[in-house]
């Protein structure tokens, strides 16, 4: 079982930068690829960013590609998504995720953490 607590959400005016950081326990969560989604207002969870166990790789989705790093420290149990030249269109709660299926789901969910980027 691997429990995730989001933290570093906020509200930040357009073209601001935020950091969202994922606290994991649990005995192998260093061992799943995690990852961050996101769910707006009326719309359906989608994909944000990917990280392999190593931290070696990492992928994102288009829309947010060039603007949002993820990355991981396994010996702190924590995952991060820094993400700057923040959109209004990017306003959605962000969901940590551990054991990702691809990027259509997980198997671990956090609670999620509020991002509103203001106009």
């Known amino acids: 079982q691997v429990q995730l607590v989001e933290s570093g959400g906020g509200l930040v005016q357009a073209g601001g930068s935020l950091r969202l950081s994922c606290a994991a326990s649990?005995?192998?969560?260093?061992?799943?690829?995690m990852g961050w989604f996101r769910q707006a207002p009326g719309k359906e969870r989608e994909f944000v960013a990917g990280i392999n166990w190593s931290g070696g790789i990492t992928y994102y989705a288009d829309s947010v590609k060039g603007r949002f790093t993820i990355s991981r420290d396994n010996a702190k149990n924590t995952l991060y998504l820094q993400m700057n030249s923040l959109k209004p269109e990017d306003t959605a709660v962000y969901y940590c995720?551990?054991?990702?299926?691809?990027?259509?789901?997980?198997?671990?969910w956090g609670q999620g953490t509020q991002v509103t980027v203001s106009s």
């Open positions: 649990g005995r192998t969560s260093s061992r799943y690829a």
């Open positions: 995720a551990a054991d990702l299926l691809s990027t259509t789901g997980a198997n671990y």
